[in-house]
């Protein structure tokens, strides 16, 4: 792996992170493509760097952290349900990530709800729609959305909205609560995740290692940073629509190349 490869990740996670696309799909494909998929480093460094994607969001939205307490018990009681679920299925899970297949199916079927988003539930949202004001229950079920995005493909992203938008928060609402509550969720799942390579002697890093990991972070951060500011203003203008043809587009790329037998010897499970 080198500092290109380092590079175009990093962009990949920093615009793929928190936009309903899923970003596993899109590093499948990448470091395919790349020939570094089954690169050891690989699976650390594409879990290292989204320390520089959870920076984007707190420093992008620095001013919005002087909430009252409601504010931060939805977002804590939002992420209850994820560690609880992810405890008790992370086999499953890891079953799950090791099938592509799985990969392009959640993305292609995520992305024909999408088409339906705005007539399902936009017309009738709140524009006034406020994080610290849902109650108790609306941030549990936007929770239980979040664990639907444990399957590979889903994208913690699109769940978490398409969760949001149930509760009646406006499309705006619903994304940055979905930004917010990235925080805790991504922060506890990469340092989980570090731990567990830790104790397998993955963490031992040479020196260039070190500088690709902080490439990586700093890319990531100033992409994630770009693409959040850029999927608000187009949400807001145009909806979820594109994003529903995107999906299925990659979905469908996913599943052909599967089928020709491009992802044979790729392990999912370092995304």
């Known amino acids: 792996m080198n500092f290109l490869h380092a590079l175009v990740l990093a962009i990949v996670e920093g615009l793929t ?58 977002i804590g009681i939002a992420f209850v349900p994820a560690i609880v679920f992810g405890f008790f299925l992370k086999k499953v899970i890891d079953q799950m990530l090791e099938n592509i297949v799985v990969v392009g199916v959640a993305l292609v079927l995520g992305g024909v709800v999408f088409l339906f988003l705005d007539d399902l539930f936009t017309r009738r949202a709140n524009s006034d729609s406020d994080i610290a004001q849902l109650s108790w229950r609306g941030a549990v079920s936007i929770g239980l959305f979040q664990v639907v995005a444990m399957i590979p493909g889903v994208s913690r992203s699109a769940a978490t909205i398409i969760g949001g938008l149930t509760q009646g928060l406006s499309p705006k609402t619903a994304a940055e609560f979905s930004f917010f509550l990235a925080v805790p969720t991504m922060f506890a799942a990469t340092c989980k995740s570090l731990w567990d390579y830790g104790k397998e002697g993955s963490l031992q890093f ?64 370092i995304f």
């Open 206 to 269: 040479t020196h260039r290692e070190v500088w690709l990991l902080a490439v990586g972070n700093v890319v990531g951060f100033i992409v994630a940073m770009l693409a959040i500011k850029g999927f608000i203003a187009y949400l807001t203008n145009h909806g979820f629509r594109f994003f529903g043809y995107y999906r299925i587009a990659v979905g469908a790329i996913l599943l052909l190349l599967t089928a020709m037998g491009y992802f044979a010897d790729v392990d999912v499970s």
């Open 17 to 74: 992170e928190f936009l309903p696309v899923s970003s596993t799909g899109h590093m499948v494909i990448v470091s395919t493509a790349m020939g570094i998929a089954a690169h050891p480093f690989v699976k650390v460094f594409t879990v290292a760097i989204q320390f520089g994607a959870i920076l984007s969001v707190v420093v992008l939205y620095r001013d919005r952290f002087a909430q009252p307490w409601a504010f931060y018990r939805n």
